[in-house]
Structures are given as structure tokens and as C-alpha cells.
Nanobody, 122 residues
Framework: EVQLVESGGGSVQAGGSLKLSCAAS????????MAWFRQAPGKEREGVVS???????TSADSVKGRFTISRDDSKNTLYLQMNSLKPEDTAMYYC????????????????WGQGTQVTVSS
């Protein structure tokens, strides 16, 4: 059984930083596309950044230069370092695994975590 468990969310002031973690079990993250998505109330789920087995990343324009995806294969854990946070980054953040679509930031992933809330105040 595949499980993805996110952690690290919280409340921060604008300009601050947070680092999210996604601990995976039941699959080796180094073998698959992995990604972070977010969803704000009343909005569609949005792809934030992805990483493939060759460590190639794809980022949404809204987070380029601020958010960095990484992974620790020895811990089977995915990370999202978020810097220079803005109020518009407020959302539930989800980890996803096993891409099945055509664009890595589309929500075409087979496995999802339960999410971790990030709130950025101005």
C-alpha cells in the first residue's frame, strides 16, 4: 500500500519561509515523478513543482525563484522549500506520486497525501 504523509505546514508572515516534507512508503520515490500541488479555498488544485527520476524539475511561474523541490532517496522523502512566501501562497499543500498524464504539473497522479496547511499573513 502506497502512503504519502505531508508535514511541515503552518502559519508564517509574508517574506518568511517554510519547508514541507512528504514521507513516502510503498514506493521508491527515486523511480517516479513526484510533485507538490496546492489548493486554496474555492480554487482548483494547482501544480506547484515536480521532479522526475533524473532530478529534472518543473515549476509553476508563480513560484519560480522562491520554491525548491528536492528529495532524499535514503529517507524516501520529498521536500518543498518555500522562501519569500506571499499571502497568495496560502493553501493546502499536497504531495503526489506516479504521474500518468502529459504535463507534470497537471493533477494526473495516482497517489496523493492528505495535505498540510500553509497560511501566510500580510
Amino acid at each position: 500500500e502506497v502512503q504519502l504523509v505531508e508535514s511541515g505546514g503552518g502559519s508564517v508572515q509574508a517574506g518568511g519561509s517554510l519547508k514541507l516534507s512528504c514521507a513516502a512508503s510503498g514506493l521508491r520515490i527515486s523511480n517516479y515523478f513526484m510533485a507538490w500541488f496546492r489548493q486554496a479555498p474555492g480554487k482548483e488544485r494547482e501544480g506547484v513543482v515536480s521532479i522526475n527520476g533524473l532530478m529534472r524539475t518543473t515549476s509553476a511561474d508563480s513560484v519560480k525563484g522562491r520554491f525548491t523541490i528536492s528529495r532524499d532517496d535514503s529517507k524516501n522523502t520529498l521536500y518543498l522549500q518555500m522562501n519569500s512566501l506571499k499571502p497568495e501562497d496560502t493553501a493546502m499543500y499536497y504531495c503526489a506520486a506516479l504521474f500518468t498524464g502529459t504535463h507534470p504539473l497537471s493533477p494526473d497522479y495516482q497517489y496523493w497525501g492528505q495535505g498540510t496547511q500553509v497560511t501566510v499573513s500580510s
